[in-house]
């Protein structure tokens, strides 16, 4: 079965860390492009950082520049996120998504995507 896996949300208090992977099952990772998303509660969803399928091209949202950090193992056939600094306003369910059609460059628009994860609820809070 075709499908990416979120892995490693959790709680954790302000200012603190966590790393998300995004674990690809059936197919390689080696001409996919992938971008994290979050969803918060009554919010729509919004990119946070993509990165393309060589890891030469990585863009950020705004409010997480500085503090995240996208990377990827294509020997792992895995792609982390790693935030630091963590704020309550980054509680969300978080989303790994794969393009495998211009994977050579990639975008933080959700329609860019064809294939999702389940998510991961990261919740940052004392």
């Known amino acids: 079965q075709l499908q990416l896996v979120e892995s490693g949300g959790g709680l954790v208090q302000p200012g603190g860390s966590l790393r998300l992977s995004c674990a690809a099952s059936?197919?390689?990772?080696?001409?996919?492009?992938i971008g994290w998303f979050r969803q918060a509660p009554g919010k729509e969803r919004e990119g946070v950082a993509c990165?393309?399928?060589?890891?030469?091209?990585?863009y950020y949202v705004d409010s997480v520049k500085g503090r995240f950090s996208i990377s990827r193992d294509n020997a792992k056939n895995t792609v982390y996120l790693q935030m630091n600094s963590l704020k309550p306003e980054d509680t969300a369910v978080y989303y790994c998504?794969?393009?495998?059609?211009?994977?050579?460059?990639?975008?933080?628009?959700?329609?860019?995507?064809?294939?999702w994860g389940q998510g991961t609820q990261v919740t940052v809070s004392s």
């Open positions: 990165i393309s399928n060589s890891g030469g091209k990585i």
């Open positions: 998504a794969g393009d495998s059609l211009l994977y050579r460059d990639c975008a933080l628009s959700y329609s860019r995507y064809n294939r």
């Open positions: 059936g197919f390689t990772l080696d001409y996919v492009a």
